[in-house]
């Protein structure tokens, strides 16, 4: 049984039944420079993708928080079997457009309803960053128990010294929800690459590597203008490497991803 519910798990849950349709239309939306989400996005699924051309054949996977199930239908249409678990109620029911509703189920990234040492692949891109620091030591460690020995993960994280100045930002709206006697929107858990590369270890897992993704002051040029955000976009996706995954500038990447094997 899952630990007893807290209000970041709650939350998470609420936000995304009622952000599904806004995940829906930027899927939708094949043009990576459209926003900031599919920028951010496309580049994920360049490491994602590379993760998934490592898999065996018949590979069995698992996304956590898979959303409206678009991974979901990717890795289907390469092959492999894959399952789902969403929380959220109305992001299930959006994912009948992408996958089959049996193959995704509500449930607990704390208690995973698998066998130890089941799927050769695990997943949970943007999960972590919406529950707090105990939350997240238990999900690791049981997505480490339910993968195969030598079996990947893949997972992103918000980097907490990112350029946007996201940090900073959620500090202020905390801080001003708390004056009006209110909690905040949702939680928001920040890593950096040493953190994370601790917490994995800690929870279990082997040769563990960061990934800095996104050049973060391209999200508040969004925010000015898309326009702005699409033209500086095309300019900067060419040094996305050195921009934000060198040794120099990943800490400030909008975008930690970790992949590790267990």
Request: charged fraction near 25%; aromatic fraction near 10%.
């Amino acid at each position: 049984m899952p630990p007893e519910d807290t209000w970041s798990r709650r939350r998470a849950v609420d936000v995304h039944d009622e952000t599904a349709d806004h995940f829906a239309a930027w899927y939708r939306s094949d043009d990576v420079f459209d926003s900031e989400f599919r920028y951010g996005r496309h580049l994920i699924d360049q490491y994602w993708a590379r993760c998934v051309d490592e898999l065996p054949a018949g590979a069995e996977c698992f996304d956590i928080g898979c959303g409206l199930g678009v991974y979901m239908a990717r890795l289907r249409a390469r092959g492999f079997a894959v399952t789902g678990l969403e929380p959220s109620a109305e992001m299930r029911r959006q994912a009948g457009s992408y996958v089959p509703a049996e193959l995704i189920a509500d449930g607990s990234v704390l208690a995973l309803a698998a066998p130890d040492a089941s799927y050769d692949f695990v997943y949970a891109i943007e999960v972590f960053r919406y529950l707090n620091t105990r939350d997240n030591a238990l999900g690791h460690r049981e997505i480490a128990r339910v993968l195969k020995p030598g079996g990947l993960y893949f997972g992103t994280y918000v980097n907490s010294w990112a350029l946007d100045g996201y940090h900073p930002l959620v500090a202020l709206r905390a801080l001003l929800a708390g004056l009006r006697g209110r909690p905040p929107r949702y939680h928001v858990e920040f890593e950096t690459p040493a953190s994370v590369q601790a917490k994995l270890r800690q929870a279990g897992f082997s040769d563990v590597t960061v990934h800095g993704a996104m050049f973060a002051p391209l999200r508040i040029v969004h925010k000015v203008s898309h326009g702005l955000g699409r033209q500086v976009g095309k300019l900067v996706m060419p040094h996305e490497a050195a921009l934000s995954d060198s040794a120099l500038t990943r800490p400030f990447a909008g975008h930690l991803i970790a992949i590790a094997r267990r």
